[in-house]
Each structure stands twice: as structure tokens, then as C-alpha cells.
Antibody
């Protein structure tokens, strides 16, 4: 059974940093590209970042470029999102999601999300 | 950059009725990467349709997708109580703003 489990969310002050993790199991993690998608309270879904299976190809939304860094450890079946210079508008539930058939393809498998709150 | 617009914003219907949700793209998009998701409060999105018209694993056949170019439609033939939720279309990294289907 495919499982994705996010962790690392919490309350952080503006300008602070946080590192999110997504532990994957039930599939060959090293062969799938992965994504982070966020959802601000009461709002819609916003793509944040994607990383290819090998980690060689990475993309970011303009809203996080230069502040967030996506990475992965295929040996540990884990996906990460390093978030620096956090702003109030980064407050959201952050989901990790697996691409099904290729980079930027739809995602059948999602984690349950981890809440990041940026507030003083 | 492609913009996806969904209409209506809210659809108020009764169980058993047919729901028709629209997703319009600002420019022609590949049907291969047009997807629909369902999301209920406190839950992760659930993939319903991919490739504009293919149902994901385990999705009931009352859900169907159609369209091409700039206009796509998600149809729920007969609403079940569990279908009242928010529905998003997606193309690559762009999500539409969502359509909420609520109980009339």
C-alpha cells in the first residue's frame, strides 16, 4: 500500500525556517517524481515545487523561488522541503504528492498534510 | 502561464441530481494532463479523472470527464451524499480555484 507521511510542520515566526519531510512507503520511491502542494486556510490548492525521480530536475512556484528548497533521499525514501525566510502568506497545510506517470503528471497518492503556521 | 477558471463557484444540488462542473483554460491545453480532484474538509485531494476522461482507480462510474482544447467538464450523473465536496481541475502545475458542490 502506497503511503506518504508528512512531518515537520509547526508554528514559526516570520523570517524563520522550517524543514518538512515526507516519508514514502509501499512503492519504489526512486522511480517517481514528487511534489509539494499547499493549501492556505479556506483557500484552494497551490503547487509549490516538484523534483524528478533522480533529483536532477527541480521546479518551484514563483511565490517560493529563492526561499524554498526541495530535495530527496532515495536511499531513505524521503522527500524534503526546506523553507527559509517564511512569510505569513506561507501559512498553509503542505501536502506531498507522487506523480503517477511522469513529471507534472496527476497525483493519485497524497499525504494527509502538515500544517505550517507563520505568525509572530 | 495557463490560467484555469472553474464555474460555477458553488453548485447547490440535491442528492440524486446531476452535477455539471466546468473548467476553462486561458489557452489550449493538452487533454493528457487535465485532471480533476475531489476534496473534502480536512482531507487530502482525491484524484478522480486524469487525461480529461479516464477515471482513476476505484472511482465510481457516476463520475465522468470530457472536453478538449480550452473547455473541460466533470459530470456527476447522480449525486450521492458523499459527493458533496470541492472539486478542482488541474493542468500540470496549475490548479483551478475549485467548485463547491453543496446540498440544496
Amino acid at each position: 500500500e502506497v503511503q506518504l507521511l508528512e512531518s515537520g510542520g509547526g508554528l514559526v515566526k516570520p523570517g524563520g525556517s522550517l524543514r518538512l519531510s515526507c516519508a514514502a512507503s509501499g512503492f519504489d520511491f526512486s522511480t517517481y517524481s514528487m511534489n509539494w502542494v499547499r493549501q492556505a486556510p479556506g483557500k484552494g490548492l497551490e503547487w509549490v515545487s516538484s523534483i524528478s525521480a533522480t533529483g536532477r530536475h527541480i521546479d518551484y512556484a514563483d511565490s517560493v523561488k529563492g526561499r524554498f528548497t526541495i530535495s530527496r533521499d532515495n536511499a531513505e525514501n524521503s522527500l524534503f522541503l526546506q523553507m527559509n525566510s517564511l512569510r505569513a502568506e506561507d501559512t498553509a497545510v503542505y501536502f506531498c504528492a507522487r506523480d503517477d506517470t511522469g513529471y507534472f503528471s496527476p497525483s493519485q497518492y497524497w499525504g494527509q498534510g502538515t500544517l505550517v503556521t507563520v505568525s509572530s | 502561464e495557463i490560467v484555469l477558471t472553474q464555474s460555477p463557484g458553488t453548485l447547490s444540488l440535491s442528492p440524486g441530481e446531476r452535477a455539471t462542473l466546468s473548467c476553462r483554460a486561458s489557452q489550449s491545453v493538452s487533454s493528457s494532463y487535465l485532471a480533476w480532484y475531489q476534496q473534502k474538509p480536512g482531507q487530502a485531494p482525491r484524484l478522480l479523472i486524469y487525461g480529461a476522461s479516464s477515471r482513476a482507480t476505484g472511482v465510481p462510474d457516476r463520475f465522468s470527464g470530457s472536453g478538449s482544447g480550452t473547455d473541460f467538464t466533470l459530470t456527476i450523473s447522480r449525486l450521492e451524499p458523499e459527493d458533496f465536496a470541492v472539486y478542482y481541475c488541474q493542468q500540470f502545475t496549475t490548479f483551478g480555484p475549485g467548485t463547491k458542490v453543496d446540498i440544496k
